[in-house]
């Protein structure tokens, strides 16, 4: 530990909230990335109060501060590269307010999503960017990196459902930010800023969040394709008609022969695979979005549809999806699924040409790559699979990362739609940005002269993630 | 005793595993030792981050690291969630064996026997996993096989089982739990809830405003409630208490048929005491089944608020 005054941070949180063991360290410098860097202290703040106070005496004495949620993030945000404190703010879990007749609640950052939909529930709303890891992420993680989930097509991604933000800054000060209006028109958005910043701006300790109705009914479909444009197009054209989905999902064949292979699931074995969701209060009009989207399927050759409002059913139609994540992992006992480059979104017009070319350097690169992801907002995830201890697989790694971030740019896609940079994505983010890092770099410096606040990421990260910090893996 | 050094010969073949482990953390919400301490370094997931530490050379072996590893319920959940399916449970279990021997192998949530031993060997017999022997005169456990289900705890006539590490699971921290909620005027009636059976059903966030009527408190079986402790909560000005346990034939300790008998006679002693039994009722909950569970909760509190304080 360096330069790190503990007993100050234990009269601030009390002794029973810090860790400073090397096991502890070595436990909170991993979350769901291919990185791995311990902190020097981890601290656990129970109220604004001590987290202005730690931050006061961080920027006092330049120390990093790294924020953490339930550190389920991809691309290593709460990886403290530079050491330093990590404040786990899973302490600061209260669901302070919900308000139904202003349409907002209001929740600390420690909160986990599906707790906040479970407790929104009674009253008929719910909070919708809500990520596949809803039943862990915090509220906090997921503002830091404008999550996003299946449904953001229709709801959109964290951004748009922050109404305002309390935060405390390097200095230990506070700020209000934002308003408790749907809109707002007050000077910069800054509240808008700090979402998806990762850490790197200030320390969220409250959120004001929108929420919207239930709706009363949800149809769920599926359309299977022999080829791969087809169902790229249908995307497309879903996007273009007008109709406004409530999930559009694609799974490619890779991912398809994966379920049946470790799931025994036995799902057609074709080369797509869409699934289409409409929902809202009346069922005529969801009757009508299902149709339309059906009739867009069956022009570009979709065939085996089906569709329901039954839960069950519908859990039985989204059964593939759902076990795809657990499938990958599962792919073979040599073989570890990794997040590289696993978040690219592109244009609706591009999405099967992106799966295609996933495919084609997988290939080339001697690596197993799978295509799916929310097409309806464009969002393409990939997983790499590789055998982590052998340091040729990083290499083809990297270049299969680099050359799929090329196409991706070259289609005027974007590096990530919902995992965020962190330290993996870092270099592709940059040639994407180039133009803005600089103003990045001011802004950042505006709020954080010292850059103690998760230092070492996005514009700041290394460029060779490979060797940014250690591997979570033993590489030979 | 004689040590031999740390080596890790059992983890050794569990390494490609904790590459598969893609640390999503969905263990983290079944794990009762996490929903307890609520530091992540307490997880299943922590768990084999320190193991993958250990064989990487990154870690050295402490007592400290050891604490972790021998501090497991054996509840299965998390292995249920892996993502990856990793056996944890079968990794932690040879990470002990590994620990078992060295200068750093502690008891953790395993059971440990005190001085009061009058060796009867009731223990011995009533274990289910064969953790427990009678050697040299002494009652020793395997803290390998041991899986800290508690019975040789419960069935000790001496009390003279214990574990170091409860998790909050044990008596004296249930009633200091059930002293701390009723304390609050809002407060009303305390439900105890089986660890195996309930547990991943409740989240970490709290509710601010509206303080809850009632607290959950989690044990490590309906079975295992002594008397005195369902009743603790009517002797602290509560207005009454539910027992939910597993249905019929799901528990492997039998524990629920335990627990049905205790409620039985303590409902009739209510009877004989003129307080309404409907104050202390019981619930079979299959595992899992959140939607029943808080139906029974809700209907439970129902007639408690029908029937009023137990002090008029």
């Given at each position: 530990?360096k330069n790190i005054d503990t007993?100050r941070l234990?009269?601030i949180?009390?002794?029973?909230?810090?860790?400073?063991?090397?096991?502890?360290?070595?436990?909170?410098?991993?979350?769901?990335?291919?990185?791995?860097?311990?902190p020097w202290v981890?601290a656990?703040p129970?109220?604004?109060?001590q987290v202005q106070k730690i931050m006061a005496y961080a920027n006092q004495d330049k120390i990093p501060v790294v924020t953490?949620?339930?550190?389920?993030?991809?691309?290593?945000?709460?990886?403290p590269?530079k050491g330093g404190i990590t404040l786990?703010?899973?302490?600061?879990?209260?669901?302070?307010?919900?308000?139904?007749?202003?349409?907002?609640?209001?929740?600390?950052?420690?909160?986990?999503?599906?707790?906040?939909?479970?407790?929104?529930?009674?009253?008929?709303?719910?909070?919708?960017?809500?990520?596949?890891?809803?039943?862990?992420?915090?509220?906090?993680?997921?503002?830091?990196?404008?999550?996003?989930?299946?449904?953001?097509?229709?709801?959109?991604?964290?951004?748009?459902?922050?109404?305002?933000?309390?935060?405390v800054l390097a200095d230990g000060?506070?700020?209000?930010?934002?308003?408790?209006?749907?809109?707002?028109?007050?000077?910069?958005?800054?509240?808008?800023?700090?979402?998806?910043?990762?850490g790197?701006?200030g320390v969220?300790?409250?959120?004001?969040?929108?929420?919207?109705?239930?709706?009363?009914?949800?149809?769920?479909?599926?359309?299977?394709?022999?080829?791969?444009?087809?169902?790229?197009?249908?995307?497309?054209?879903?996007?273009?008609?007008?109709?406004?989905?409530?999930?559009?999902?694609?799974?490619?064949?890779?991912?398809?022969?994966?379920?049946?292979?470790?799931?025994?699931?036995?799902?057609?074995?074709?080369?797509?695979?869409?699934?289409?969701?409409?929902?809202?209060?009346?069922?005529?009009?969801?009757?009508?979005?299902?149709?339309?989207?059906?009739?867009?399927?069956?022009?570009?050759?979709?065939?085996?549809?089906?569709?329901?409002?039954?839960?069950?059913?519908?859990?039985?139609?989204?059964?593939?999806?759902?076990?795809?994540?657990?499938?990958?992992?599962?792919?073979?006992?040599?073989?570890?699924?990794?997040?590289?480059?696993?978040?690219?979104?592109?244009?609706?017009?591009?999405?099967?040409?992106?799966?295609?070319?996933?495919?084609?350097?997988?290939?080339?690169?001697?690596?197993?790559?799978?295509?799916?992801?929310?097409?309806?907002?464009?969002?393409?995830?990939?997983?790499?699979?590789?055998?982590?201890?052998?340091?040729?697989?990083?290499?083809?790694?990297?270049?299969?990362?680099?050359?799929?971030?090329?196409?991706?740019?070259?289609?005027?896609?974007?590096?990530?739609?919902?995992?965020?940079?962190?330290?993996?994505?870092?270099?592709?983010?940059?040639?994407?940005?180039?133009?803005?890092?600089?103003?990045?770099?001011?802004?950042?410096?505006?709020?954080d002269?010292n850059n103690i606040l998760n230092p070492?990421?996005?514009?700041?990260?290394?460029?060779?993630?490979?060797?940014?910090?250690?591997?979570?893996?033993?590489?030979? | 005793?004689?040590?031999?050094?740390?080596?890790?010969?059992?983890?050794?073949?569990?390494?490609?595993?904790?590459?598969?482990?893609?640390?999503?953390?969905?263990?983290?919400?079944?794990?009762?030792?996490?929903?307890?301490?609520?530091?992540?370094?307490?997880?299943?997931?922590?768990?084999?981050?320190?193991?993958?530490?250990?064989?990487?050379?990154?870690?050295?072996?402490?007592?400290?690291?050891?604490?972790?590893?021998?501090?497991?319920?054996?509840?299965?959940?998390?292995?249920?969630?892996?993502?990856?399916?990793?056996?944890?449970?079968?990794?932690?279990?040879?990470?002990?064996?590994?620990?078992?021997?060295?200068?750093?192998?502690?008891?953790?949530?395993?059971?440990?026997?005190?001085?009061?031993?009058?060796?009867?060997?009731?223990?011995?017999?009533?274990?289910?996993?064969?953790?427990?022997?009678?050697?040299?005169?002494?009652?020793?456990?395997?803290?390998?096989?041991?899986?800290?289900?508690?019975?040789?705890?419960?069935?000790?006539?001496?009390?003279?089982?214990?574990?170091?590490?409860?998790?909050?699971?044990?008596?004296?921290?249930?009633?200091?739990?059930?002293?701390?909620?009723?304390?609050?005027?809002?407060?009303?009636?305390?439900?105890?809830?089986?660890?195996?059976?309930?547990?991943?059903?409740?989240?970490?966030?709290?509710?601010?405003?509206?303080?809850?009527?009632?607290?959950?408190?989690?044990?490590?079986?309906?079975?295992?409630?002594?008397?005195?402790?369902?009743?603790?909560?009517?002797?602290?000005?509560?207005?009454?208490?539910?027992?939910?346990?597993?249905?019929?034939?799901?528990?492997?300790?039998?524990?629920?048929?335990?627990?049905?008998?205790?409620?039985?006679?303590?409902?009739?002693?209510?009877?004989?005491?003129?307080?309404?039994?409907?104050?202390?009722?019981?619930?079979?909950?299959?595992?899992?089944?959140?939607?029943?569970?808080?139906?029974?909760?809700?209907?439970?509190?129902?007639?408690?608020?029908?029937?009023?304080?137990?002090?008029?």
């Amino acid at each position: 530990m360096k330069n790190i005054d503990t007993s100050r941070l234990k009269s601030i949180v009390g002794e029973e909230n810090i860790k400073t063991d090397p096991a502890d360290l070595f436990i909170y410098g991993s979350d769901s990335s291919v990185h791995s860097a311990s902190p020097w202290v981890v601290a656990r703040p129970a109220n604004t109060e001590q987290v202005q106070k730690i931050m006061a005496y961080a920027n006092q004495d330049k120390i990093p501060v790294v924020t953490r949620g339930s550190g389920s993030g991809m691309c290593g945000q709460t990886v403290p590269v530079k050491g330093g404190i990590t404040l786990d703010m899973k302490k600061m879990n209260k669901i302070l307010e919900i308000n139904p007749s202003d349409v907002f609640c209001r929740v600390e950052p420690g909160v986990v999503d599906d707790d906040l939909n479970q407790a929104l529930k009674p009253f008929g709303v719910f909070y919708p960017p809500t990520p596949a890891s809803s039943r862990i992420a915090t509220i906090g993680g997921e503002i830091g990196n404008n999550a996003s989930g299946v449904r953001s097509v229709k709801y959109g991604a964290t951004r748009d459902s922050v109404l305002g933000l309390k935060v405390v800054l390097a200095d230990g000060s506070l700020v209000n930010l934002g308003a408790r209006t749907r809109v707002e028109a007050t000077g910069y958005q800054l509240h808008k800023l700090i979402v998806g910043s990762e850490g790197t701006l200030g320390v969220v300790v409250e959120a004001t969040l929108g929420f919207v109705p239930i709706p009363k009914f949800r149809c769920l479909g599926i359309a299977n394709f022999d080829q791969l444009e087809d169902a790229g197009k249908t995307v497309a054209d879903i996007m273009g008609s007008g109709i406004v989905p409530s999930m559009l999902e694609l799974v490619d064949n890779v991912a398809i022969k994966a379920v049946n292979k470790t799931m025994n699931l036995g799902l057609p074995d074709v080369q797509a695979a869409l699934l289409y969701e409409a929902d809202g209060m009346v069922k005529e009009a969801v009757d009508y979005e299902i149709e339309a989207m059906q009739e867009v399927c069956r022009k570009n050759n979709g065939f085996g549809l089906v569709s329901s409002y039954d839960a069950e059913e519908r859990a039985k139609i989204f059964l593939g999806r759902k076990k795809l994540f657990p499938a990958l992992s599962k792919f073979s006992d040599l073989l570890s699924s990794t997040s590289l480059a696993d978040d690219m979104a592109v244009p609706y017009s591009k999405m099967a040409e992106t799966a295609r070319k996933i495919h084609e350097i997988a290939k080339r690169n001697n690596i197993i790559m799978t295509a799916y992801g929310h097409c309806g907002s464009g969002c393409m995830h990939t997983k790499i699979l590789m055998e982590p201890n052998r340091q040729d697989q990083w290499e083809s790694a990297k270049k299969a990362v680099s050359e799929i971030y090329e196409y991706v740019r070259s289609v005027n896609g974007t590096t990530s739609a919902e995992h965020g940079i962190g330290i993996s994505k870092a270099s592709a983010f940059k040639l994407e940005k180039s133009d803005s890092l600089n103003l990045m770099s001011n802004i950042k410096r505006a709020f954080d002269p010292n850059n103690i606040l998760n230092p070492g990421k996005l514009m700041d990260a290394h460029d060779d993630w490979v060797t940014a910090t250690d591997l979570r893996y033993m590489v030979a | 005793m004689e040590t031999r050094p740390f080596e890790p010969k059992h983890l050794d073949k569990w390494k490609s595993n904790l590459d598969s482990c893609i640390r999503c953390g969905y263990c983290y919400e079944h794990c009762p030792v996490f929903k307890h301490t609520r530091w992540e370094s307490d997880s299943p997931r922590a768990k084999l981050i320190i193991l993958y530490g250990l064989l990487a050379g990154k870690l050295e072996p402490s007592t400290y690291i050891a604490d972790k590893i021998f501090s497991c319920f054996h509840c299965g959940r998390c292995v249920a969630a892996c993502s990856s399916g990793v056996p944890l449970i079968e990794v932690f279990t040879d990470a002990k064996r590994d620990f078992k021997g060295t200068a750093f192998e502690v008891s953790g949530t395993t059971s440990i026997t005190n001085s009061d031993c009058a060796a009867c060997l009731t223990c011995v017999r009533a274990c289910p996993h064969e953790a427990r022997d009678f050697i040299n005169g002494k009652i020793v456990t395997d803290t390998v096989k041991c899986q800290s289900c508690g019975i040789c705890i419960d069935i000790c006539p001496n009390n003279a089982a214990s574990s170091c590490l409860s998790y909050g699971t044990n008596s004296s921290a249930l009633k200091n739990e059930i002293g701390n909620f009723l304390e609050k005027d809002t407060s009303k009636a305390i439900v105890f809830g089986c660890n195996w059976s309930y547990y991943p059903d409740f989240q970490s966030s709290k509710m601010d405003r509206a303080p809850s009527e009632y607290k959950i408190l989690i044990n490590m079986c309906g079975g295992r409630l002594e008397k005195t402790l369902i009743l603790e909560p009517l002797l602290q000005n509560g207005w009454g208490v539910l027992v939910a346990c597993c249905p019929d034939g799901d528990c492997e300790h039998d524990g629920n048929v335990k627990a049905k008998l205790h409620v039985k006679a303590l409902r009739d002693l209510l009877g004989q005491m003129d307080i309404n039994p409907e104050r202390l009722q019981l619930v079979q909950i299959k595992h899992g089944d959140k939607a029943g569970f808080q139906k029974a909760i809700d209907t439970f509190m129902e007639t408690i608020n029908k029937l009023g304080p137990l002090k008029q």
